[in-house]
């Protein structure tokens, strides 16, 4: 049973352009969401979280909307650089554990 | 700070050999856990630990044993390698701070391979 759906699998924007990653979930118990920057070699990095009692976060370029109703959470990259191409993990928490649940993945590609 | 380590960075193993992926962290941190890294799959959690002495199972556990005998360390044993073991495993450590971002730091990964 798939927890989490991540899509889309593959992204390519331009420089400047705003990709949208999306994560939709089962779990109602998730209580924690965060999304996860990958390059290649390295491990993932966090890089902007939400708690559920809030249906949007912004740091810097990176924007989280959450929409609890629908078990959807995404990351919108604002004026989106060449040093954003990474691999990018939406991994929300189960609520009392720290057990964190991965999406499977979305390859940006950001062209110069 | 060094923050999480993993030992070795490569290794090649013959169907039916042991192992142990070593994982340390300098953080004090009380939350421990290993995932495994497959193409297309994201990262699935092995096993994980909420303290010293303290283990339990994630989403893929078997052909894997963990122990924890100190904060600062928790290794991961391959019992007797299988090619579907092949893959790279990250070590993961964080704290939980209520209200606050909570973090999980991840060291750089061991890529096995299992002929």
């Known amino acids: 049973q798939q927890q989490v759906k991540q899509s889309p699998q593959s992204l390519i924007v331009q420089k400047g352009g705003i990709p949208i990653i999306n994560c939709a979930y089962e779990n109602t118990a998730f209580d924690y969401f965060p999304w996860y920057q990958q390059f290649p070699g390295k491990g993932p990095a966090l890089l902007i979280a939400i708690r559920p009692d809030v249906s949007e976060k912004k740091e810097g370029r990176f924007t989280i909307s959450f929409n609890k109703s629908a078990k959807q959470f995404s990351l919108h990259i604002m004026d989106s650089q060449p040093g954003d191409s990474a691999t990018y993990f939406c991994?929300?928490?189960?609520?009392?554990?720290?057990?964190?649940?991965f999406g499977t993945g979305t390859r940006l590609k950001v062209l110069a | 700070n060094a923050g999480v380590t993993q030992t070795p960075k490569f290794q090649v193993l013959k169907t039916g050999q042991s192992m142990t992926l070593q994982c340390a962290q300098d953080?004090?941190?009380?939350?421990m856990s290993w995932y495994r890294q497959d193409p297309g799959m994201g990262l699935r959690l092995i096993h994980y630990s909420v303290g010293a002495g303290i283990t339990d199972q994630g989403e893929v556990p078997n052909g894997y044993n963990v122990s924890r005998s100190t904060t600062e360390d928790f290794p991961l044993r391959l019992l007797s390698a299988a090619p579907s073991q092949t893959s790279v495993y990250f070590c993961a450590s964080s704290s939980p701070h209520r209200g606050l971002k909570e973090t999980q730091y991840f060291g750089p990964g061991t890529r096995l391979l299992v002929l």
């Open positions: 953080m004090n941190h009380e939350y």
């Open positions: 991994a929300p928490r189960e609520g009392g554990t720290y057990k964190y649940i």
